[in-house]
């Protein structure tokens, strides 16, 4: 019986020195940190013939061709309103008035005037040709004509007043100053409008103020602007002619032309690129901290409906082009200062060599000289392998480890089971 018990103890403490061992391994398995499997890895690939294009990339906005606000020259009450937001108008169209009772008298008594101041210049010159006689014919005479001068100079003035009243008597009427939506009506018929008061802008290019009829811009004025709003009576914004505004960092503008090519990508439809043209380049800096940058406008060559100002956009402008050019992909050249460097296999070996380089497109280089087509030059880079966490599991038996504190080794009580993942996996779970 004696020998019988001390087998079971010696069987039992096996288990327990197995068991503890085994414990022992699991933690180090679990704290010991994974081996790096970031090794140096090497392909070669052929000199190929490709395009290589040079691109830069910027952030923009959408903006309108063309904005102009029509406000009223002449101070008036607001009598009529004829068109209203979303409707399409032309250079010229009548847009709204304001009171015209006060400027039609005005423009009738300077006519009045006018015609007063004809007659009067009329019998200056009648009296002027009359000889006179007698021993003051001389004086008569100078008298006479010193009477036409100044009947003259009335009538002149007379006829600036006519022509002064009727302007004031036009700007009544208020006339689009450009085509485009009406994006903003700023009165109400009944209220005050006060001569020139709110305001003005217009598009970025050229824009004709000429009314039908001889009348449009004498009673709205404009003034550069980027976006659809203004402070006019009535805002204009051609909907339909829209650019994109960006900039263009100091480092890269020089490499900016218009008529380059570009791709402009909406925020709001980053799945339907518009292909665009670089229209202008500002000459003068914008210097925002310590940030120099130069403003651009682009062309939208063929817009989708639906666009707006204001929206956002990434630019993309391909500032070089190279066709049917020697070509490697970017990560095969090295350059250090102005030398470029390649490696390339030759009869098993891997050699290195200069070559002259063109265009550095955003993945393949162009090279100009040191290779030929088909030689095959090698890349090499770092393959850092992921790591994944050993993944432990620990169950605790009655009486015996059972678990205990969280992904550690078990405590007190009745049975625990946990799963870790990654370095902090492995033994044991909560009890």
Do not use: H
Request: aromatic share 2%.
């Amino acid at each position: 019986m004696t020998r019988v018990r001390a087998s079971k103890a010696w069987v039992i403490n096996g288990a327990l020195v197995v068991l503890l061992a085994g414990a022992g391994f699991g933690i180090y398995q679990a704290f010991s940190p994974e081996p790096n499997t970031a090794q140096a890895q090497t392909r070669s690939t052929p000199v190929r013939r490709a395009t290589v294009t040079e691109t830069i990339s910027a952030a923009g906005t959408l903006a309108s061709s063309y904005t102009g606000a029509a406000n009223f020259a002449t101070a008036g009450k607001v009598t009529s309103i004829d068109v209203k937001v979303g409707d399409v108008v032309s250079a010229g169209q009548k847009l709204a008035t304001v009171d015209s009772t006060q400027a039609a008298k005005q423009l009738q008594v300077a006519k009045a005037n006018l015609a007063v101041a004809q007659d009067n210049l009329d019998t200056a010159e009648d009296a002027e040709a009359t000889p006179a006689t007698g021993q003051n014919g001389q004086n008569s005479t100078q008298s006479a004509a010193n009477s036409v001068t100044s009947a003259q100079a009335k009538l002149d003035q007379a006829q600036l007043d006519v022509q002064t009243a009727q302007e004031a008597l036009d700007n009544t009427t208020l006339y689009a100053p450009g085509a485009g939506t009406v994006t903003a009506v700023n009165g109400t018929v009944g209220q005050q409008s006060s001569s020139g008061s709110a305001g003005s802008s217009q598009s970025s290019s050229s824009s004709s103020g000429s009314g039908q009829g001889g009348q449009g811009s004498s009673n709205s004025t404009a003034s550069s602007s980027s976006s659809s709003s203004s402070s006019g009576f009535i805002t204009i914004t051609n909907l339909t002619g829209l650019v994109v505004n960006t900039s263009v960092a100091e480092i890269d503008v020089s490499k900016v032309k218009t008529g380059q090519k570009a791709t402009v990508t909406l925020n709001a439809l980053p799945d339907k690129p518009i292909q665009a043209t670089v229209s202008s380049v500002n000459l003068t800096p914008t210097t925002s901290g310590s940030v120099v940058s130069y403003g651009a406008q682009l062309a939208l060559t063929a817009p989708p409906d639906g666009l707006r100002p204001g929206q956002s956009a990434s630019v993309v402008i391909t500032v070089a082009s190279a066709d049917n050019a020697l070509s490697v992909p970017a990560a095969a050249v090295t350059t250090a200062g102005n030398t470029n460097v390649v490696t390339v296999q030759e009869n098993g070996q891997n050699v290195t060599r200069q070559v002259q380089v063109g265009i550095r497109g955003e993945s393949t280089v162009q090279i100009t000289s040191g290779l030929t087509e088909g030689e095959s030059v090698v890349l090499t880079g770092a393959s850092a392998a992921t790591g994944t966490g050993r993944t432990g599991t620990g169950t605790g038996g009655t009486g015996g480890f059972p678990g205990g504190g969280t992904g550690g080794f078990p405590g007190g009580g009745q049975r625990g089971t946990g799963t870790g993942t990654g370095a902090g996996g492995g033994f044991g779970g909560r009890g």
